[in-house]
């Protein structure tokens, strides 16, 4: 049974920093690409940041570049969103998202940036 399980969400000010986990089980993690998206009400989910199988090489939206950091833990079938300096417009659901030959989608993780 395939499972992306996000944690990590949450309410922070803004400024903040908040590190999202998505554990994965049901097929082999090392072989998939690797990416989180976010989708804020009444708006189209959007990619925020993706990491390779491979290489490990990362891109990231132009919105959160230099503030979010991408990582994966091969060995704990695990990838990591580590936000910093969080604005209000970073509000959204997070989804992790895995791809290879199938995709599979986490069922997300709210993160609200507000004062």
């Known amino acids: 049974q395939v499972q992306l399980v996000e944690s990590g969400g949450g309410l922070v000010q803004p400024g903040g920093s908040l590190r999202l986990s998505c554990a994965a089980s049901?097929?082999?993690?090392?072989?998939?690409?690797m990416r989180w998206y976010r989708q804020a009400p009444r708006k189209e989910r959007e990619l925020v940041a993706g990491?390779?199988?491979?290489?490990?090489?990362?891109n990231y939206a132009d919105s959160v570049k230099g503030r979010f950091t991408i990582s994966r833990d091969n060995a704990k079938n695990t990838v990591y969103l580590q936000m910093n300096s969080l604005k209000p417009e970073d509000t959204a659901v997070y989804y992790c998202?895995?791809?290879?030959?199938?995709?599979?989608w986490g069922q997300g993780t709210q993160v609200t940036v507000s004062s």
């Open positions: 990491i390779s199988s491979a290489s490990g090489s990362t």
């Open positions: 998202n895995a791809r290879f030959d199938i995709v599979y």
């Open positions: 049901g097929f082999t993690f090392s072989r998939y690409a």
